[in-house]
């Protein structure tokens, strides 16, 4: 047997040195030549937010100035320019006033006013910028402010600009240095437009999803006492609600028909951050009603040769009804499991945020002319008295990126993996626990004799502390079977993503077929573990005796569990897919303001399908944490019913212990036993 619980003494280790050598800073605030923070609190920089870049010409893309590695002088400033001038015009000017200088000023390494240096002085040594443009802030950076005016390119109402030191050039010039900067700022103002949808709309969706929780909770309520009628009444809602869809489907691509652009195909089209485009498109709703058409057809089907078994699994979600009517605290429990989940998520981040800002700042040697020590490392403090600077006078050692060449540094990303690793086993572990604990309240529901009286008095309490007392050796093994599948399948999707740009077919090929085996694996794996969690909380065997008798037994009944235990979880399904489309379309309908009566509560949006996807997603895992506790109850009973078939023959020595309606519908009775 496998004893005690997930090794987390050395994840905390790790942790801590993460923490202690990772500084998150670094992926919020940018980073000027010198390695330090730009609008950090506490530092010379803390009133200075936004990057500023002395030859933003030198910068090839948005790519570039996002990884800090442009090979010009970068500082902190206040704020971005917002006119052109020249360094030489500002000191020219000194004369007559000297606020153009000490405006320049503020745009130079921070310290410079020294007036009495020349000009040519000033840029030989860089410590001046020799123009400013009109630039505004991207991504707490200082980008040429572009915009169109009459087709063309402009900054500052000018189409060509003196770069300060006698030339002339285009402001396409500009353009090519930030030539990608337009795709990162449709890219924020999509984030930004949805963090405003959001901001508007936040109240009305904790409002969705407090509707998707009472309606999940009416649901299993009224299972309890309606399993049959509610079952066939979802079965038909459910086809009724995808025909609807059809249907609706149908109506937008017909009044598209005819209309002005609306023929264009998506291939055509390509992606577009304004995701209402593909909507005036009539093949985005022929799409929508195949797909819909695809799944009703399939469903219909299923129904239909399924039918005789329906009833079977209905008389298998009323004892199940039953179970969870008798231990009502069972529908809290997911909430433990949940938050316990949401601790793993939150320790797994920030020590993954941490390992990955604890490099240390590079500085690599720049120079505009040929220069055999470009690109070599080098370290601030001692260049101005190194061999650089007299072969190459033009040189000047710039922060590149954060890295690092020690131990700790070259280990970082198998740190990653064992962080991951961690991750996927303490969380595997954590729902385990639950797993067990459900199984062993409704297991103890099952094997009581006269049913509720023979139950205990807090079965859920009495289940929990079994499993944190007796089983945590079981189920830490069975979560590490688990979770090295997981880590085997996240090397798997690293080794694809590192594969992506070889010509090598076979390796693509055998990279697609170990992805799709470990894929199976894996919903192989979880499929035995929750079944042996069942054995465990009925018998208290390890895990691995547990697994071979639960995979045994089911085995032995294999037709009983396509038919039963899998009929049962189409239902779920279908009962999950009817809260999500409701809660889904009433959203749909509120906010696309269609609803007359509260056309004028809707918030304004942007993009509709935000609030919209979001609601869904979260009714989806509402339902689905209220289902995931019937699924437990139901695989539960089951395994014992299967079990109690198997060991007890209805004798007075051997009496079976499920319930009348389960014995009435088997035609098994108990010789000298009441079943009442």
């Known amino acids: 047997t496998f004893k005690g619980e997930p090794p987390v003494k050395p994840w905390l280790s790790l942790s801590s040195l993460a923490w202690t050598n990772g500084d998150p800073r670094k992926v919020i605030y940018p980073t000027d030549s010198r390695g330090q923070f730009c609008g950090q609190q506490g530092t010379p920089n803390e009133n200075k937010p936004f990057l500023f870049y002395f030859n933003i010409m030198k910068c090839a893309s948005p790519l570039v100035l996002l990884e800090f590695q442009c090979p010009t002088t970068q500082i902190c400033v206040e704020k971005c320019p917002e006119r052109y001038l020249t360094y030489l015009q500002a000191y020219e000017s000194r004369l007559v006033s000297i606020a153009d200088l000490h405006y320049y000023w503020q745009f130079c390494v921070p310290g410079f006013s020294d007036m009495q240096k020349s000009v040519p002085e000033v840029l030989r040594d860089g410590v001046c910028p020799a123009v400013l443009t009109p630039s505004k802030p991207l991504s707490r950076r200082c980008l040429p402010a572009f915009r169109t005016q009459k087709g063309v390119v402009v900054v500052g109402n000018k189409t060509s600009f003196d770069d300060g030191r006698g030339s002339k ?23 930004m437009k949805v963090f405003e949808d959001f901001t508007v709309s936040w109240y009305w969706i904790i409002i969705g999803l407090v509707i998707a929780m009472v309606v999940s909770l009416i649901f299993i309520v009224l299972l309890r006492f309606l399993a049959g009628i509610m079952v066939w009444v979802m079965i038909v809602l459910v086809i009724l609600v995808l025909g609807y869809g059809i249907f609706q489907c149908y109506i937008e691509y017909a009044r598209l028909r005819g209309e002005a652009g609306s023929d264009v195909s998506l291939k055509d089209l390509g992606f577009q951050t304004d ?26 089907l299923l129904l239909i040769f399924l039918r005789k078994r329906i009833l079977i699994a209905i008389a298998l979600i009323k004892e199940a009804s039953r179970a969870i009517g008798h231990i009502m605290m069972s529908l809290l429990f997911p909430l433990v499991t949940f938050f316990l989940v949401c601790l793993c998520i939150a320790y797994w981040a920030s020590t993954a945020v941490f390992l990955s800002t604890s490099n240390e700042a590079v500085y690599k040697v720049f120079n505009e002319t040929a220069c055999d020590y470009a690109g070599n490392t080098c370290k601030p403090e001692t260049f101005n008295t190194s061999n650089v600077t007299k072969v190459c006078p033009d040189a000047r050692c710039l922060f590149a990126f954060y890295g690092g060449e020690t131990t700790y540094h070259k280990y970082l990303i198998i740190f990653q993996f064992y962080n991951v690793f961690m991750f996927f086993w303490l969380a ?34 009495s289940s929990f502390g079994r499993a944190l007392r007796y089983h945590t050796g079981s189920l830490a093994f069975g979560s590490l079977i688990l979770a090295i599948v997981q880590i085997i399948r996240v090397l798997l999707e690293y080794l694809d993503h590192r594969l992506k740009a070889a010509e090598n077919r076979f390796a693509k090929f055998l990279l697609t077929c170990l992805k799709c085996c470990f894929w199976c694996l894996e919903k192989f794996i979880k499929f035995l573990n929750r079944n042996a969690y069942i054995m465990i909380a009925v018998y208290g065997t390890n895990f691995c005796t547990s697994a071979r008798n639960a995979f045994f037994l089911l085995m032995r009944n294999i037709i009983r569990v396509a038919v039963l235990d899998k009929v049962t979880d189409f239902l779920f399904f279908l009962g999950k897919l009817l809260i999500v489309g409701s809660v889904g379309i009433l959203a749909f309908f509120f906010f696309t303001q269609k609803i007359k009566l509260v056309q004028d509560v809707a918030p304004p949006l942007n993009y509709y399908w935000v609030p919209i996807l979001t609601v869904i997603v979260g009714s989806y895992l509402i339902a689905h944490g209220f289902f995931s506790v019937y699924g437990m109850c139901v695989d ?30 088997m035609k098994k009775t108990n010789k000298g036993h009441s079943d009442a």
């Open 169 to 191: 050039h285009n402001v396409t010039d500009l353009l090519e240095g930030a030539k990608k900067a337009n795709v990162v700022l449709e890219a924020r103002q999509l984030a």
């Open 275 to 300: 995701l209402r485009v593909y909507l005036h498109l009539k093949q985005t709703w022929l799409a929508f009603m195949i797909i819909l058409c695809i799944v009703e057809v399939i469903i219909i």
């Open 428 to 461: 595997n572990f954590t729902i385990a626990l639950g797993q067990v604990t459900l199984a062993g309240a409704f297991a103890s529901y099952y094997w009581a004799f006269k049913k509720p009286d023979d139950m205990p008095a807090f079965p859920i309490f």
């Open 636 to 665: 539960t009973l089951f395994l014992c019913f299967l079990e109690d078939l198997e060991r007890n023959d209805g004798s007075t020595e051997k009496p079976y212990y499920m319930s009348a309606d389960l014995k009435e519908l």
